[in-house]
């Protein structure tokens, strides 16, 4: 049964991504019971800027978890850790695979509430890929246009349920696979295994904003910081 009182929780990995942290955090902030954000403690400014916040938790692992099996990056490994500790809190609600550059709709849960445990959910995305396209969706929004036509560039409704929003009910047997040297593939992997010809769109006209370039940092950062 769906309900506005199940908790909804997000999970990220973020290493040398304080810069987009740092710009969806005031959004996210306000949708997500917690936000827990999976660093590693040389990361100081991940960890200042999560400090900020009373619902971000900033999950701290060894960067020998993030090469594990000679990975350039894990982020199955590092997922599997926040997993085991949400187990020993038997924590059973929603919870919300994400990066750290994507930006929710604000009436995320109320989207929630209206759909039962079982399938994992996700939205279509649209995109941000500079500074001067964010700025002109910041200016948007603050005009009192919508979050979701605020941007013009979207990607195709079909695509969907791959690692910027996986929305779906934490169960104790779920685990990320931990053999893939970086995280190109192993989002569908996940998908395919727990939610396989079950995996929905949450609503076909709202969608997450995702920020910067896409799909070449899959062995760990590589695009530019960006400057706001």
């Known amino acids: 049964m769906a309900s506005l009182d199940r908790k909804i929780i997000a999970a990220l990995v973020s290493v040398n991504y304080s810069?987009?942290?740092?710009?969806?955090?005031?959004?996210?902030?306000?949708?997500?019971?917690?936000?827990?954000?999976i660093t590693v403690k040389e990361d100081k400014k991940c960890i200042d800027i999560c400090s900020k916040y009373d619902n971000v938790n900033c999950f701290i692992i060894e960067q020998s978890?993030?090469?594990?099996?000679?990975?350039?990056?894990n982020r199955g490994a590092?997922?599997?850790?926040l997993f085991d500790e949400l187990k020993k809190h038997n924590y059973s609600d929603w919870i919300c695979l994400t990066d750290s550059d994507i930006i929710f709709p604000p009436n995320l849960r109320k989207l929630v509430s209206k759909v039962n445990y079982g399938p994992m959910y996700s939205l279509p995305r649209s995109f941000c890929q500079n500074?001067?396209?964010?700025?002109?969706?910041?200016?948007?929004?603050q005009s009192g246009k919508s979050h979701s036509l605020s941007v013009d560039r979207r990607s195709p409704k079909d695509v969907f349920g791959i690692g910027y929003m996986q929305l779906f009910q934490f169960k104790k047997e779920i685990r990320m696979p931990e053999n893939f040297k970086d995280v190109g593939?192993?989002?569908?992997?996940?998908?395919n295994k727990y939610f396989w010809e079950n995996c929905r769109l949450l609503y076909d006209v709202e969608y997450c904003v995702h920020l910067g370039a896409t799909g070449i940092n899959w062995k760990g950062r590589h695009s530019r910081k960006w400057k706001i």
């Not at 810069?19 to 954000?37: Q, R, S």
């Open 65 to 73: 978890a993030l090469k594990k099996n000679n990975a350039s990056f």
């Open 78 to 81: 590092a997922y599997n850790l």
């Open 19 to 37: 810069d987009f942290l740092e710009l969806v955090l005031p959004f996210n902030t306000k949708i997500f019971d917690t936000i827990y954000v």
């Open 131 to 141: 500074e001067n396209q964010f700025k002109r969706y910041i200016s948007a929004v």
């Open 185 to 191: 593939k192993i989002d569908h992997v996940f998908r």
